[in-house]
């Protein structure tokens, strides 16, 4: 069946600094690409839709200059948490459209992320 | 963002039991779906609806999409300690740019006592 990566699997880092999630197709072209942020015993909240080629569409209330996303290939779409901050430790969830009329997505691993 | 409204939080049963849960929401979907989250992983899909008035099984799982395209409920019978985790109904509309946007519900954490 269709695979969907992400890397890391989990990151710590110090706040202010960067930490970039890559989200990776791995048997399928992904025209689409979503982000997802999950605290802890929540749901998952959609952050934004990841189009290639073209700028991510961010929902309300997420930061875009904040959570930069990347899809530059139809395969790689990339989610970099500039100058992060203990708020923004979370679980970070990816899934993947194979594009198709009517396709599901599918859902990476997720990356977990703490900032000290 | 928008959420679905699913029931029950959280439940405690015994092995063997069936279990029951169910999702509403204010707008109406075209596909309703059934995911499955294992702490520190990311949601399986267990079971896809289509059409309203749809009834599917996949195993010991059965989950129907409601008439009014506003519901869906998911049924475990026969409830084995490796039913343990979270689950998650899920909606997706059919408008334009947000074709395959899911909606989440908050999901129910399922606990089985062997």
């Known amino acids: 069946g269709a695979v969907v990566s992400q890397h890391p699997s989990w990151v710590i880092c110090k706040s202010g600094t960067s930490v970039k999630i890559e989200c990776r197709s791995l048997d399928f072209q992904a025209t689409t690409m979503f982000w997802y942020r999950q605290f802890p015993k929540q749901s998952l909240m959609l952050m934004a839709t990841?189009?290639?080629?073209?700028?991510?569409?961010?929902e309300q209330g997420v930061e875009k200059d904040k959570f930069l996303i990347n899809h530059a290939s139809l395969t790689l779409s990339t989610l970099t948490v500039t100058s992060a901050h203990p708020e923004d430790s979370s679980f970070y969830i990816c899934?993947?459209?194979?594009?198709?009329?009517?396709?599901?997505?599918?859902f990476g691993p997720g990356t977990r992320l703490t900032v000290l | 963002g928008q959420q679905l409204n699913q029931s029950p939080q959280s439940m405690f049963i015994q092995e063997g039991e069936d279990v029951s849960m169910n999702c509403t929401s204010s707008?109406?979907?075209?596909?309703w779906l059934w995911y499955k989250q294992d702490p520190g992983e990311g949601p399986v899909l267990l079971i896809a609806l289509y059409k309203a008035g749809e009834l599917t099984s996949n195993g010991r799982l059965t989950a129907q999409f409601g008439i009014t395209r506003k519901d869906s409920f998911l049924n475990i019978s026969a409830s084995i300690p490796s039913d343990v985790g979270i689950y998650f109904c899920a909606g997706r509309g059919n408008s334009g740019g947000s074709n395959y946007k899911l909606t989440f519900g908050k999901g129910t954490l399922l606990t089985v006592n062997p």
């Open positions: 707008s109406i979907f075209n596909t």
């Open positions: 990841s189009n290639e080629g073209s700028k991510a569409t961010y």
């Open positions: 899934s993947a459209n194979p594009g198709t009329s009517g396709s599901l997505p599918y």
